[in-house]
């Protein structure tokens, strides 16, 4: 019986610890014990236009003063940008990147994600997009 409440409790740990993705407007957010990060998007976007996706990284002060390589991907409409950035801890940076909405995109709903990596700790945050035509 001891087991079985040791193995479900970490279970429940490790389904605690993904984050929940949030929509309709409102920012997604994704934490672990050394940083947390959102999403910000527009919840519509028209073909032809362009949109601007900002995700925002909080790293956590850890007392060592030191600066962390964090390791950041944003994909957006079938285009991903990536790259590092050193940060100093305690402090929060916002990347934001504009996207061309492609003329001969479908309309539809799409996902656009956040991917950061600190110290081989990686989270994903996403949203969603209404992409409508003109």
Known sequence: MRRVAVSLAVVMMVLASFATPTFAGKPSVAETDIYRITINTPDVAVVGQAITVSGTITLFNDGSGSRKPVYYEVSALHQNRAGVKAMQVGKTRTITRTYAVP???????????????????????????????R
Request: proline share 3%; hydrophobic share 40%.
């Open 103 to 133: 003329a001969q995109l479908p309309a539809g709903t799409y996902t656009i994600t956040f991917a950061v990596s600190v110290d081989g700790r990686n989270s994903l945050v996403e949203r969603e997009i209404t992409v409508r035509e």
